[in-house]
DNA sequence: ATATATTTTTAGATTCGTCTAAAATATTTT
DNA sequence: AAAATATTTTAGACGAATCTAAAAATATAT
């Protein structure tokens, strides 16, 4: 009895998945930002997605996704990163320029395709941008966040978490423009005072003291 | 300057190209029917594609693509029968389940992306049905097929390619055995109904309907 | 606690692809 | 060649997804 759901209907999903992971909560206008719309298409498209129990939602209040919505939301995930690990490890993409065309194939949700999709790629965890994979029951695995000391030189990695919220940290953060990711290269340690180099895309090299590197937290992409 | 279309776009002049190659002209009753669609909704689609010169087409007659249309729609066949190709050989799909998939994927139109899917599979000259895949350029190797019905008597032949993509069809071949790569001889006409005797290695005698013959295309052997 | 600003929803219009019913054109039959 | 039949087009409506402009509800600030 599975519903049928259009590309835009799971494209609002994906979006409000993506935007309650951070604050457990969306509103209207966040949601519209996310999706380059009008906050008033996002209204109508609440009622209809609260219809079909998708999402909770009551007027004027912050939404999120039902248990169900919340299981399509992994399906496509797991569909645009399966996808997106199909096109650069078969297909010989780059990882920065799979996420359109992911966007596209994801859409195809018959179930055997995927499944045989995932046994083709042999099943993998983690697509190209070190996101984890929803398996065929929704089950994702944690995310491989590591601390930024312990990586070897010449690996990339994005920033996806900070150690504290001190005022002095995020100053000093945005004084270097670091923020959450913002990709960098690890360029060389220097066992003296554990402080690292890194360079950043279209940047200088920027240097790190160690105990800014402990404060930071990665994902290898 | 490619103009985009959209996927209903691509569906009409798809099954515009199909029809065209039998009669060379098509009517929109006829397209109705392939689409499953009414005349009117048809004429109003025509009007669109001719607006963006996409058909030859003036009302109350008769029609076709122009070049445009049939560089598309060699465009679009190529990226079913790409796709239809890998569900087969890589993800070990029928080559009678493979059509439906095909249908959504076809509609993915990036020129990379095809390009190297097409490299990924080898650059394959024929899909799993039996029919020619055209190149980037839109060439298409031509196989001299025969329908089955026009074969003598005793004569040795491969099926390579089925009328339809009809479920009842495929349904019907799979219950006699015969499938893409079969070989068989023609034992008997019957001028009564038109029906013919044929035989499969190590099988008894089958008999096939004139309907069925009608759909079926060989290469002699 | 009242005024102001922000957020969200409604109301009504628009575009795309579809439909039905009726009118226009073309074809076939007599 | 006129009548009957079949095909195709028009006219008007509908559902999905969107938009703008204005109203309603909520949040913020003085």
Redesign the pocket.
């Known amino acids: 009895m599975s519903t049928n759901f259009?590309?835009?209907?799971e494209?609002?999903i994906k979006a409000i998945f993506h935007l309650q992971e951070v604050n457990g909560m969306v509103?209207?206008?966040?949601l519209?930002a996310e999706?380059?719309?009008?906050?008033?298409?996002?209204?109508?498209?609440?009622?209809?997605l609260k219809v079909k129990k998708m999402v909770h939602?009551?007027?004027?209040?912050?939404?999120k996704l039902s248990s169900d919505g919340k299981k399509l939301a992994l399906n496509i995930v797991r569909r645009h990163r399966l996808w997106e690990y199909f096109l650069v490890e078969k297909l010989q993409f780059g990882w920065d320029e799979v996420h359109e065309l992911a966007e596209q194939l994801e859409h195809v949700s018959d179930k055997k395709l995927v499944d045989r999709l995932d046994a083709f790629l042999n099943f993998p965890r983690f697509d190209p941008h070190g996101d984890p994979i929803p398996d065929s029951n929704g089950k994702m695995a944690q995310q491989e966040q590591v601390c930024l000391t312990e990586l070897p030189v010449q690996t990339q990695a994005e920033v996806c978490s900070v150690g504290s919220q001190s005022s002095s940290l995020l100053e000093l953060l945005s004084h270097k423009h670091i923020g959450i990711g913002t990709r960098l290269e690890i360029k060389q340690r220097f066992s003296f005072d554990n402080s690292i180099e890194i360079k950043i895309k279209d940047q200088q090299l920027i240097t790190l003291s160690k105990e800014l590197a402990q404060a930071l937290f990665v994902k290898k992409i």
């Open positions: 259009s590309i835009t209907e494209n609002y509103s209207t206008n966040e519209a999706l380059d719309t009008k906050p008033a298409s996002v209204t109508d498209m609440l009622k209809k939602y009551e007027p004027y209040q912050a939404f």
